[in-house]
C-alpha cells in the first residue's frame, strides 16, 4: 500500500506484416503503457500511421463538430450498440447536410436579430426626441446633430459662435436635437467645447414610434422563427445523440489504433514498440500478443522496476554532466530488435495500489502531484491523520453528522471523481468529528450530550472554560508531540526514499534531522533549565499534588490528565542535548552550511502543530458565542457555563453570575433574531470549520510532512487502449 504497483517494461518486435493484428491486441488488453520512439537508433525510423488513419481522422473532426452544434454531451446509455460500418458515411453525410444547414440559418437568424436589436437601442432616444427622421437629414444649408447634453450650454455656446448665423434646439426628455445655419463650418466644430454625446441617426423613414413598431414586429418574426430552428436542432439532437456518441467512439479507437505506430521504431520491414504494464499482467500480455500474431513476434520482459532500487532518469543524467548518446542503445539492438530502449529516462508510471477505503484520500496526494516510482506513496499516512486532526479540531457530534452526511450525498449522486473523493473525504472528516464529539459530550456546541452519556462528566473538554483552562493547556502539549510523530514518520519516509542513494547519504540527509529534531525536544521535555521553560510542560499531565520544578505544588484544576509525567530527568534532558550536537553534525556534513541555517526548524516545525489547540478553541468559542446569544448563559459559583434554557424554561440558580439574557428571552422580536443567530451562526460555524480545520490539517500535511520526503512528478499511467461506453464488438 506505501508503494505504487510493481511495473515490468515489456517490448515486442516483430514483422511489419503483424503490426495490425498486435496493436489491435494491444489495445484490447488496456494494460500497456507505450514509450514514445525518441528518433535515436541507428536505423529505425519513427512509424508512419496505418492505412484509413488519416481518413478517421477526418471524420473524427466531422461528428465532433457536428455534437458541437448539436450541444451533444457524453451520457449514460441504456444499451451499447454495434455499429454498422459500412452504413455510417451515408449517415453522417445525411445528418452533416441536415444539422449544417439548420446551423448555418440559427447563425443568421441571430445575427440579424442583434442587428435588429441594436437597431432598436438606437432609435429609443428618438422616440423621446419626437421628429421624424425625414426631418433630421437632408439639408443642404442646416446642420443638425442628436444627443444628449446640456441644453443650455449648447444654446450659449451656438449664441457666442460667430460663424452660426441662426440655431434652434428641440429637446426630449433625455435628448437635444441642434439645427443651425450655415452648414459650413460644421456644427462640431463650433460645439467641440460642449460636453455633447452624439447620436448616430437611423436609417428609418417617418415617425421613429412608427419605425419601432416595425422592428419590434421583426423581432417577434425573428425569435419564432429561431425558435422553430432550435426545435428542428433540438429534434435533431434527440434522433442522433447516441448514434454520434457511438460513432465518435469508434472513430476515436481507429484513430488510436492507426496513429499507434507514430510511437513505434520502424524499418521497412521491421516494428519495435515497448511500454510499461503491471508486473503481474506479463504473462496475459505475452500470451494475447503471441497469439495475435501467430507466434511471429518476439516479446520481451526487458525488466522489472523493483521499489527499493533507484534508477537514474535522463534529468539525472543532465545533472551529472552526461548525455545519453544515440551509440549507446544502439548497441543493446539484438537482431530481433530485443532488448532496445526508445525513450531516454524512460520511467514507469505510477498506478497507486491503496485498497477501496483509501482512495479518497489520492485526491489528496494527486493535488501536490503524483509520487514517483521510486517514492512512497502518502495515501494511507494522510488517511491515518487528517481526519484525526480535523474531527479533534472541530469535535462535535452535530457537525460531524452533517459533514458525514454531505460527504456521502456526494459520493452517493455525483458522477465526478474529483468530487466523489472530496465526498468520501468528508465521511471520514464527519466520522472522526462525530467520535470526538462524543468524548467532548458536545452537539453543536451544547454540552447535553456530555450530560446524557457521560453523566456531566464527558472524559474530554476544549477548555474554552476557566476551571478547564489545563484541558487547553494539554491540548498545546499534546499538539507537540503530534508533530514529533507526524514530522518523524515524514524524516523516516525520506530516509527509505533515498535508500536507493546509499545508507550513507540517506543517514546524512534524513537520519541527521531525526537526531537533531528528538535530541533537542527531549532537553525541552526535561526538567534541565527548567525555569527558562513554561510551567505547563510539568503540570498539565502531572498528578495533583505534585511538586513542579518552579517549586508550586499543583491542585487539581491545574491538570488535565493525571498521568504522573512532570517532566524527563535532567540527565535525560542533557543526554538529549548531546543526541542534539550529534545530530546538527551529520546534519553539516550532510548538506554543508545551509545546515546549518536550517537547523531551526526541528523548532519551528514542531511549534506549527500548535495550530491544532488554536483551531479547536477558536471553533468551540464560536459555537459557544452563537448559543449564548441565543440561549443566553449563567457562570456558577464553581466557574462552570450554563445555558439559560433547558427545556425551555428560562433559570438561573441563585449565587449564580447571568453573562447574557438570551435572545430568545426578549419576546417574540427577540426569538425571530435569536432563530436567525442560531441558524446562520451554526452555519458559519460549519463553513469556517472546512477553512479552518480543513485547511490548517492539509497546510499540515503539505508544508511540514510532505516537506520532509515527498517530490512527486510521477508519469500517470495512462494505458494504450479505449473504455467502450456506447459501442461494443460482441
Known sequence: MLRPERMSKVSVAGSTQVIEPVIEAIHDLELVHLSEYEGQIEGFETGAPLSGAESAADQLVTVRSLQSMLDIEGAAVDQKRILDRETVPDRLESIRETVTDLDDRRSEIRSELTRVRDEMDSVDPFVDLGIDFDLLRGYENLSVMVGTGDREAVEDTLADAEEIEAFEVFAGTDVLAVFAYPSEPSLEDALVGVEFTEYEIPDGE??????????????????????????????????????????????????????????????????????????????????????????????????????????????????????PTAESPAEDVAADGGNVELESGDSPPVVLDNPAFAKPFELLVKAINRPTYWELDPTIPILLTFPIMFGFMIGDLGYGALYAGIGYLIVSRVDSDGLRSLGGIAVWAGVFTMLFGVLYGEIFGLHGLGDVVWGGHPPLHKGLQPNFLAYAQAWLFLSLFVGLFHLTAGYVFGFVNLL??????????????????????????????????????????????????????????????????????????????????????????????????????????????????????????????????????????????????????????????????????????????????????????????????????????YVEFFGKFYEGGGANYNPFGYTRRYTTTD
Not at 524499418?267 to 504494464?277: D, I, M
Not at 528528538?518 to 521553560?533: C, E, P, Q, R, V
Not at 545551509?594 to 519551528?604: F, R, Y
Open 500 to 701: 536507493g542513494h546509499g545508507l550513507k547519504d540517506a543517514f546524512l540527509e534524513k537520519g541527521s534531522w531525526v537526531v537533531l529534531m528528538g535530541g533537542m525536544w527531549l532537553w525541552i521535555f526535561s526538567t534541565h533549565a527548567a525555569g527558562a521553560k513554561p510551567d505547563l510542560l510539568y503540570t498539565v499531565f502531572n498528578r495533583a499534588g505534585a511538586t513542579i520544578p518552579s517549586g508550586t505544588t499543583l491542585t487539581a484544576d491545574q491538570v488535565a490528565f493525571g498521568l504522573g509525567f512532570g517532566g524527563f530527568p535532567e540527565t535525560v534532558g542533557l543526554v538529549g542535548l548531546a543526541l542534539a550536537g550529534i545530530g546538527l553534525t551529520l546534519l553539516l556534513l550532510g548538506e554543508g552550511g545551509i545546515g546549518a541555517l536550517e537547523s531551526l526548524n526541528v523548532l519551528v516545525n514542531v511549534l506549527s502543530y500548535t495550530r491544532i489547540a488554536a483551531v479547536l478553541l477558536a471553533k468551540a468559542g464560536m459555537a459557544f458565542v452563537v448559543n449564548l446569544l441565543f440561549f443566553g448563559a449563567y457562570q456558577d459559583p464553581e466557574g462552570l457555563f450554563h445555558f439559560l434554557v433547558i427545556g425551555g424554561h428560562a433559570h438561573a440558580p441563585e449565587g449564580a453570575s447571568v453573562l447574557f439574557e438570551g435572545l430568545v428571552n426578549m419576546g417574540p422580536i427577540g426569538w425571530l433574531g435569536g432563530l436567525l443567530v442560531l441558524f446562520v451562526g451554526h452555519l458559519l460555524v460549519l463553513a469556517l470549520g472546512i477553512t479552518s480545520a480543513g485547511l490548517q490539517a492539509v497546510r499540515l500535511e
Open 206 to 323: 417617418g415617425e421613429p414610434e412608427a419605425y419601432l413598431e416595425q422592428l419590434e414586429a421583426r423581432q417577434a418574426e425573428l425569435e419564432a422563427d429561431l425558435e422553430s430552428v432550435e426545435a428542428d436542432l433540438d429534434a435533431a439532437r434527440e434522433e442522433h445523440a447516441e448514434f454520434l456518441l457511438a460513432v465518435e467512439e469508434a472513430l476515436s479507437i481507429d484513430v488510436q489504433k492507426g496513429e499507434a505506430p507514430l510511437r513505434f521504431a520502424t524499418t521497412e520491414h521491421a516494428f519495435v514498440a515497448e511500454g510499461w504494464l503491471p508486473a503481474e499482467e506479463f504473462e496475459t500480455f505475452e500470451t494475447a500478443v503471441s497469439e495475435a500474431a501467430s507466434g511471429r513476434v518476439a516479446i520481451d520482459q526487458m525488466e522489472v522496476a523493483e521499489h527499493g532500487e533507484y534508477v537514474p532518469t535522463h534529468d539525472d543524467h543532465e545533472a551529472d554532466g552526461e548525455e
